[in-house]
């Protein structure tokens, strides 16, 4: 299946566990392979609340996208005792 960028934008991001992390707000593509290499996602209500900052998911982390919504792999957004950390990146 083949998604265009309008298709992607918006598009909400699940965990594994079916938590939503928010919407796909851009996407950055690597100029060499000419494939994407990140995701940006906006923060849902419930992520907002713990942190707020955007996310940058790697496209090795996502198990499957399609016209419907984007999953990822569980512990994307890890707490800890201090509060929250992003993974890989926190924008």
């Known amino acids: 299946m ?16 079916n938590d939503c992390l928010g919407k796909i707000e851009e996407v950055e593509i690597n100029s060499q392979t000419q494939g994407i290499s990140n995701y940006i996602i906006k923060s849902s209500q419930l992520t907002k609340r713990l942190s707020d900052k955007k996310l940058i998911i790697s496209s090795s982390q996502v198990i ?13 957004i890890k707490e800890t005792e201090k509060g929250l950390v992003n993974s890989p990146i926190g924008v």
Do not use: C, W
């Open 64 to 76: 499957s996208i399609d016209n419907q919504k984007m999953i990822v792999e569980d512990g994307i």
């Open 2 to 17: 083949q998604l265009n960028l309008k298709q992607l934008k918006n598009l909400p991001v699940y965990t594994q566990s």
